[in-house]
């Protein structure tokens, strides 16, 4: 017989959380196809002698390892091993419900007045004295750097020892190239009233807007003063040569390694089409006063109205034949079109790359609600409203899947582009403005209840396009 071994601890060994794995992509990036441009290059320049650099590599200080997201804690990390004559300008910290995917810029002055050192430091939050297990058990101490006259913080640094850091371990960022911010989401926090980190996004976001997020986080102590991120001061339009922007080449190339894709419902009955596609197919302009007098929309839009707002006067219909309304109705899939933006109806929700389905190389997966337009990351059931009434989006993985980049796609806009050889023409139906659908009214009866509903159940007007949204010029919500 061969010799019995017996292990015997007292200690109960902690899953791994998932912080302790590092998330990579599935399969390795492509070369993105080179052109006079500066994306991918490695650096941005914002202007005013500042250029900025992702960090790739961060020494972690110490983990919270209750309160926060999933009541899992956060981890707290330095960056380190910054590129030659570049400086940190802040912390970085993230819950630990998800894999380690960290983003923070690092700066480096090209003139002699667009970052310097700190005066002082002001310590906004000593874990140290909190009641939660933490490793190490000492905690940790965040501190926010004094900047001197004319400059402003626009991130943390965080030591293991209520010992001051050294002056030299962060640089302040010059006034004029700083934008407001604005607390996002939820790092951790410690009870509904007791300490908290969150990150931060620009105040002021869309296409013209400049605000650029460092990726540091900010604290409760600062909520009452102002919290600031890096401004985008330089770019140009139409400035190729130094445009961090992808080409029309690369764009492209992106599309084509991330392009989702998309699932639909077992019991699915309407597919996407294309905009040509569903206007080649017997669909109808109508004016208000000739109702009885539609007219057949172009392939490509030629005909709708240009420009304007919605005044009412315009909106486009299915074809009047029930058998040709049906088929426009259930669409043609052939001819359709990192975190990433999942629409859903008036809204919808960044999923960070970690909390997204991979199939076929780097290729993102979405579920399309049954029955809708709405995008989700899982399937399931969810409900637009409250989590008792309201309106129910289902989504499951049906036979039928949708790649994107195999079915064809285009770039309809890119301002970016304009006066450059690449500029892109803007079909017509990008700017018809009116409706492109009639009002539904859905019957609903007085309820017995005050319940609170989406607006949509009690009836709608017909959908506007793509240049009527919100997110067109401004941020996706």
């Known amino acids: 017989m061969g010799n019995c071994l017996t292990l015997s601890t007292d200690k109960t060994i902690e899953p791994a959380l998932p912080v302790e794995t590092t998330f990579t992509l599935p399969s390795p990036l492509p070369t993105w196809p080179s052109t006079a441009g500066r994306f991918a290059a490695g650096t941005i320049d914002l202007g005013g002698g500042l250029q900025v650099a992702q960090v790739a ?280 079109l990192r975190s990433v933006y999942f629409s859903q109806h008036s809204a919808g929700a960044w999923v960070g790359a970690p909390g997204v389905e991979f199939e076929d190389g780097n290729k993102t997966v979405a579920y399309s609600s049954l029955n809708g337009h709405a995008m989700y990351p899982r399937v399931g059931l969810v409900m637009q409203g409250n989590r008792v009434f309201g309106i129910r989006n289902d989504a499951a993985r049906g036979g039928k899947v949708m790649d994107t980049a195999a079915v064809g796609f285009g770039v309809v806009a890119a301002d970016y582009l304009a006066g450059t050889e690449e500029a892109v023409a803007e079909p017509p139906w990008v700017n018809y403005m009116r409706e492109w659908g009639p009002r539904i009214d859905y019957g609903v009866v007085k309820l017995p209840l005050p319940i609170s509903l989406p607006k949509e159940v009690y009836g709608e007007e017909g959908p506007t396009g793509p240049k009527s949204k919100g997110s067109w010029t401004g941020d996706e919500r």
Not at 163 to 186: F, G, H, M, N, W
Not at 187 to 201: E, K, L
Not at 287 to 292: F, I, V
């Open 57 to 336: 590599s961060f020494n972690k200080l110490w983990s919270i390892l209750e309160g926060g997201p999933d009541d899992l804690g956060a981890s707290f990390y330095e960056p380190s091993q910054l590129p030659p004559n570049f400086h940190a300008l802040g912390a970085y910290s993230q819950p630990n419900n998800s894999q380690f995917h960290p983003w923070l810029l690092a700066a480096k002055d090209t003139t002699t007045a667009a970052l310097n050192p700190p005066v002082d430091y002001t310590l906004v939050l000593s874990t140290a004295d909190l009641d939660v297990k933490q490793q190490p058990a000492t905690g940790g101490y965040i501190w926010l750097p004094v900047p001197p006259e004319g400059y402003k913080a626009v991130g943390h640094v965080i030591t293991t020892s209520p010992d001051k850091p050294s002056l030299d371990t962060i640089r302040c960022v010059r006034s004029d190239l700083t934008d407001q911010c604005e607390p996002d989401a939820s790092v951790w926090a410690a009870g509904p009233n007791g300490p908290n980190v969150f990150t931060v996004r620009p105040s002021n976001r869309g296409t013209q807007a400049a605000g650029v997020p460092v990726g540091s986080f900010a604290t409760a102590a600062q909520v009452s003063t102002t919290l600031v991120c890096l401004k985008n001061t330089s770019y140009p339009a139409g400035d190729v040569a130094s445009s961090p922007m992808p080409s029309l080449a690369q764009v492209d190339a992106i599309y084509r390694a991330y392009a989702p894709q998309i699932y639909f419902h077992p019991s699915e009955k309407y597919f996407p089409s294309s905009v040509n596609w569903y206007f080649s197919n017997g669909v109808d302009l109508y004016e208000k006063g000739k109702e009885t007098e539609p007219v057949p929309v172009e392939p490509n839009g030629s005909n709708l109205p240009q420009g304007g707002w919605n005044d009412g006067s315009y909106w486009l219909d299915l074809p009047r034949d029930e058998t040709e309304k049906e088929r426009v109705k259930k669409g043609h899939p052939e001819s359709a």
